[in-house]
């Protein structure tokens, strides 16, 4: 089974939903909005993406934010600020046996090519 974290609205989370499922994947969707990523699944998720891939600066959150808040300057600094605003957090990140697999929807590239 995958869980995908991400937002029972967000149309990339549907999309990723519905993909999976058309390949008989089971799925479950934890809405951040209702239970954080645990910290030691975002710890991973920073070691297997980087920062820059973990964070949607093009998301209405991140524009709302002041420019202080916008400079991360660790990694710490990064999930602190995931923490407080969990939809900064590029969607959907999708973790299988306790590892992140993938995140942001791409059902044409790697590693979505390669799920189950």
């Not at 029972?8 to 954080?36: F, G, H, P, Y």
């Not at 093009?58 to 524009?63: F, K, L, P, V």
């Amino acid at each position: 089974m995958i869980i995908i974290y991400g937002l029972k609205n967000c149309d990339s989370c549907k999309k990723a939903i519905r993909w999976l499922n058309s390949r008989d994947v089971e799925a479950e969707l934890i809405d951040i909005r209702d239970q954080a990523v645990p910290p030691i699944l975002l710890n991973a998720a920073v070691e297997s993406f980087g920062i820059d891939r973990l964070i949607n600066r093009r998301s209405t959150t991140w524009r709302q934010l002041d420019e202080q808040q916008k400079t991360i300057q660790s990694i710490e600094d990064a999930l602190a600020l995931i923490d407080a605003y969990p939809t900064l957090m590029k969607r959907p990140l999708l973790i299988r046996d306790d590892q992140p697999i993938a995140i942001g929807f791409d059902g044409n590239s790697e590693p979505w090519l390669s799920l189950p």
